[in-house]
């Protein structure tokens, strides 16, 4: 991954299991959410490739990539909901510009939606009206608003307080079991890491590489990498680790 000739990270090898919480690690700067860009085909790598199923997403024509895409759904760090739009109006945008259903159909998918993130009863509510963890509740229900199998989320955590952040990682436990939907969390928050990855990579701002992969439980037991083990143990949470 590079911006012109400065090489933001390099030798990146990783499968993500399909219906799998899988965790983009690493110290601020390194590289996560470049990544995150890179997976959902925002950014082309300067070198390599983003496979689906084994497929090139590269060396598909434009509509199988665009096909392929409508088969994600994406969870920004602040949510990104249109200010102007109540949420029911919110998630209703991509079926809209995506599906062919009746607006009877349309309106009973957006409650539904909202109702499985539990925002029931608060679909004529505008953004400006409801808390940031609800903000992002929201945004989540319109991620999945295609019923994508697979979901990105980057720093999902970021800006909420420990409850309802802890709230959303046991939404996002709750969706991967439930819908069977793959999920890849760019994150740099212990809590979040332990209670929801099944795998994860870390990335490394100063080698800028991939240093490990593998369940971070396992790996703060295991990996005898003090770069990795330096960044899973920091600050007070490293006390509260069961190894």
């Given at each position: 991954?590079a911006y ?6 390099k030798d990146?090898?990783a499968n993500?299991?399909?219906?799998s919480?899988f965790v ?17 085909g ?6 390599g490739d983003v496979l689906?199923?084994g ?5 598909m024509?434009?509509?199988?990539r665009?096909a392929q895409?409508?088969?994600c759904?994406v969870l920004?760090?602040s949510?990104?909901?249109w200010?102007?739009?109540?949420l029911?109006?919110n998630?209703a ?11 009877a ?6 409650r539904?939606?909202?109702?499985l993130?539990?925002?029931n009863?608060f679909e004529d509510?505008?953004?400006s009206e409801i808390?940031?963890?609800m903000r992002?509740?929201a945004?989540?229900?319109?991620a999945m608003?295609?019923?994508p ?5 980057d ?5 909420l307080d420990p409850i309802?952040?802890r709230?959303?990682?046991?939404l996002?436990l709750e ?6 939907a ?6 740099h928050?212990l ?5 929801i990855a099944?795998?994860?990579i870390?990335?490394?701002?100063d080698?800028?590489?991939m240093?490990?992969q593998g ?9 005898p990498d003090?770069k990795l083990?330096s960044?899973?143990?920091r600050g ?6 069961k190894?």
């Amino acid at each position: 991954m590079a911006y012109g000739s400065y090489v933001v990270m390099k030798d990146i090898n990783a499968n993500v299991k399909s219906g799998s919480v899988f965790v983009i690690m690493g110290t601020s700067g390194s590289g996560k959410s470049t990544l995150l860009r890179h997976m959902l085909g925002l950014q082309r790598p300067a070198q390599g490739d983003v496979l689906y199923d084994g497929r090139s997403f590269w060396g598909m024509e434009d509509e199988a990539r665009r096909a392929q895409l409508r088969n994600c759904g994406v969870l920004f760090q602040s949510g990104a909901l249109w200010s102007s739009m109540t949420l029911a109006e919110n998630v209703a945008l991509p079926l809209i510009e995506y599906s062919e259903w009746s607006s009877a159909d349309l309106k009973e998918i957006v409650r539904l939606k909202l109702a499985l993130v539990g925002l029931n009863g608060f679909e004529d509510y505008y953004p400006s009206e409801i808390s940031g963890g609800m903000r992002k509740r929201a945004g989540l229900a319109r991620a999945m608003a295609l019923d994508p199998e697979i979901l990105f989320f980057d720093e999902p955590s970021a800006g909420l307080d420990p409850i309802s952040s802890r709230n959303l990682d046991r939404l996002i436990l709750e969706l991967r079991d439930s819908l069977g939907a793959t999920i890849v969390v760019v994150t740099h928050e212990l809590a979040s890491i332990f209670m929801i990855a099944d795998d994860s990579i870390f990335l490394d701002a100063d080698t800028r590489t991939m240093r490990a992969q593998g369940n971070p439980n396992e790996l703060l037991k295991y990996s005898p990498d003090p770069k990795l083990r330096s960044f899973l143990t920091r600050g007070e949470f490293s006390a509260n680790v069961k190894t």
